[in-house]
Nanobody, 126 residues
């Protein structure tokens, strides 16, 4: 089992940057595929980015490609999301999630993730 705690959210102007972190505790962080999801008011939770256990494989939603970068530091049990060129439509609660088990590709469906953090609010003003 793994516990996840996000941090780094806040209020930023359009065009600005934020770096989210997700600290993991528990066993075997390095064995999990990790993902970032977000949920805006009145909308369903959506996949943002994912990364495999080694960091060698990543996946991004089309809406964030070229602007967001996911990374992980297995030595520090931490997942990151660097968000640049932020837009008002990026406003949402951002969640990190961990998927156990073997995955040949990074999962994009939330139901394939076993553990979730509590979320951190990101607000982008225009």
């Amino acid at each position: 089992q793994v516990q996840l705690v996000e941090s780094g959210g806040g209020l930023v102007q359009a065009g600005g940057s934020l770096r989210l972190s997700c600290a993991a505790s528990g066993r075997s962080f390095s064995t999990y595929t990790m993902g970032w999801f977000r949920q805006a008011p009145g909308k369903e939770r959506e996949f943002v980015a994912g990364i495999n256990w080694s960091g060698g494989r990543t996946s991004y939603a089309d809406s964030v490609k070229g602007r967001f970068t996911i990374s992980r530091d297995n030595g520090k049990n931490t997942l990151y999301l660097q968000m640049n060129s932020l837009k008002p439509e990026d406003t949402a609660v951002y969640y990190c999630a961990a998927a156990g088990g073997p995955h040949s590709v990074v999962p994009v469906k939330s139901l394939l993730y076993d553990y979730w953090g509590q979320g951190t609010q990101v607000t982008v003003s225009s």
